[in-house]
C-alpha cells in the first residue's frame, strides 16, 4: 500500500492551500497534523466510501475533506493560521475503530509540510 501526500507549502494568514493524498487502493482516511515540538493530532477523517466526514474543533469551518473516486483524499485549507504550520500527514485505514485515534490507521504517507505566516 502507498501514500503520496503533497501540496504543502508557504502561505500568509487567511490563505488557502490543498493537500492531496493518492492511494494504491481505496481505504478510510484520515489527515493528521504534527507541530514543531509538538505530538502529532487529529484533523479530519473521511469513512471508505465518502459519506461520513470527520473534522477536530480547530479545523472544523476553515477545512473540508474530500475524495475522489480515484482513491484520492483532499483536505482543502481555507483561512490559515500560523497555528496551522505543521507536518501534514495522510493515514489509511482499512475499518479505523476509532477514527480520531493515530493507532485505526494501517498505513500513513511520508507528510507534507505547511507553514503559515503572521
Known amino acids: 500500500v502507498q501514500l503520496q501526500a503533497s501540496g504543502g507549502g508557504w502561505m500568509q494568514t487567511g490563505g488557502s492551500l490543498r493537500l492531496s493524498c493518492a492511494a494504491s487502493?481505496?481505504?478510510?482516511m484520515a489527515w493528521f497534523r504534527q507541530a514543531p515540538g509538538k505530538e502529532r493530532v487529529f484533523a479530519a477523517a473521511?469513512?471508505?466510501?465518502?459519506?461520513?466526514t470527520y473534522h477536530s474543533s480547530s479545523v472544523r469551518g476553515r477545512f473540508t475533506i474530500s475524495r475522489d473516486n480515484a482513491n484520492t483524499v483532499y483536505l482543502q485549507m481555507n483561512n490559515l493560521k500560523p497555528e496551522d504550520t505543521a507536518v501534514y500527514y495522510c493515514a489509511a485505514g482499512l475499518a479505523p475503530s476509532d477514527v480520531y485515534n493515530s493507532h485505526s490507521y494501517d498505513y500513513w504517507g511520508q507528510g507534507t509540510l505547511v507553514t503559515v505566516s503572521s
Open positions: 487502493e481505496r481505504f478510510a
Open positions: 473521511i469513512t471508505w466510501r465518502g459519506g461520513n
